[in-house]
């Protein structure tokens, strides 16, 4: 009889925030392929000339702004998620790893294969929407890990849940008790995604090439980032009963001078504050638990940005981090 572990994948983080620590992270970040998609003379050159020398300074105080007692929020919220997925599951094998920095996919497949009755993963990438700089690399990083170590061990790849109505109730029962208070406009604010990206997945030429082709039906929507995150956001909404003037969605973290998705996140607080909202609720569901781009970027410097251009109060929805109903879900999985 087949015995099972799960491993869930994060993103990862550095591990400490200071100027050296965070150099490694970017690096090891920036240097994939999947993230930066070019050769590799020339995105050695970027990371190296152009980001290296002075972003992980900024990075590092970004990332004392949000630190924990404990460690980085993305690793401790992580490990709490576990922690109560844990105690859904009982005795089945369950791992977390990151895929930059530590604990590595590597090392925690190493470490559930040392029981040599384990003969299938089920490998969990903790991302709601397909993307190659997140779901792919992160598949791939565990494939080689198999590969290199001559692994008798199959790898079950759970696929991206933007649309499973599990998640979709799971998002709206963690955010309810905000959205029961009283507030203008909610922004559903996704991690951006260089439009190519999207356009090198879609042979057809079908992505990004009309206003509403994310809401006709086609096969490209399978690796469609931003047609994806736009279906959460109208499950979501259609549960929630939400009017379309009090939402609008939006994309932060861009980084390079690439086109990304839009509009962006910061412009759009901007002219939501032009428009007269002076309460906004931020909520950033291609995020499963709270990290830098939640606690800082938004919380902290969406804050700033939407005060200055004349609101009165921004406020984070939580991510689902280690929310009963997450954990339920992501239980139900595992057994599946």
Known sequence: MSKRAILLANLGSPDSPTTPAVRRYLNQFLMDPYVIQLPWILRRTIVSLFVLPTRPKAS???YK???????????VLSE???????SKIGDMPLALAMRYGNPSIEQQILALTENKEI????????YPH?????????IEEAKQ?????NLSVSLNVLPPFY???????????????YLSQDHDHILFS?????????????????CLQQTNCCQIEHPAHKTCYRHQVMKTTELFVQQMQLEKSRYSVAFQSRLGRAKWLGPNTEDRLRELAAQGIRHVMVLCPAFVTDCLETLEEIAIRGEEVFKEAGGQKLTLIPCMNDHPAWVNVLSDWCQT
């Open 145 to 149: 890990a198999i590969e290199k170590h």
């Open 60 to 62: 590092a105080e970004a």
């Open 190 to 206: 996704y991690h951006g995604l260089p439009e190519s990206h999207i356009t090198k997945l879609d042979p057809s030429g079908h």
């Open 80 to 86: 709490q998620l576990k922690a109560a997925v844990k």
């Open 65 to 75: 702004s949000v630190w924990t007692p404990t460690g980085s929020p993305l690793i």
């Open 130 to 138: 397909f993307a190659d700089s997140t779901v792919t690399t992160s």
């Open 163 to 177: 649309d499973n109505p599990q998640y979709i109730d799971a998002l709206v029962k963690s955010a309810e008790s």
């Open 119 to 126: 003969d299938e993963i089920l490998y969990i990438p903790l």
